[in-house]
Nanobody
Framework: VQLQASGGGLVQAGESLRLSCAASGSISTIPIMSWYRQTPGKQREVVASITARGTTNVVDIVKGRFTISRDNIKNAVYLSMNSLKPEDTAVYYC?????????WGQGTLVTVSS
């Protein structure tokens, strides 16, 4: 499984972005896909996850602002980010776990200016 993340960019605080994670093959059988983010000097942290059945989990610090979704026809997972804050600035990565193997996308940079 190859993952390609895109959609990052420079925005002002309060604006929105939608990140996309395109998979090289079908994602319908991938049990869980997630978005993580990482800032310099810090560990990568989970932001949101979605199961194959569409059950979602979003961490408290972004709950109400970020939404994760998946499109099994387009083989893509999305992270819709609203009301962005400077502290959301990070490299965002998508992740898939399939047959016990962890796959990561290459990351897309989100920069939120104040």
């Amino acid at each position: 499984v190859q993952l390609q993340a895109s959609g990052g960019g420079l925005v002002q605080a309060g604006e929105s972005l939608r990140l996309s994670c395109a998979a090289s093959g079908s994602i319908s059988t991938i049990p869980i896909m997630s978005w993580y983010r990482q800032t310099p000097g810090k560990q990568r942290e989970v932001v949101a996850s979605i199961t194959a059945r569409g059950t979602t989990n979003v961490v408290d610090i972004v709950k109400g602002r970020f939404t994760i979704s998946r499109d099994n026809i387009k083989n893509a997972v999305y992270l819709s980010m609203n009301s962005l804050k400077p502290e959301d600035t990070a490299v965002y990565y998508c992740k898939a776990i399939y047959s016990g193997v962890v796959y990561w996308g290459q990351g897309t940079l989100v920069t939120v200016s104040s």
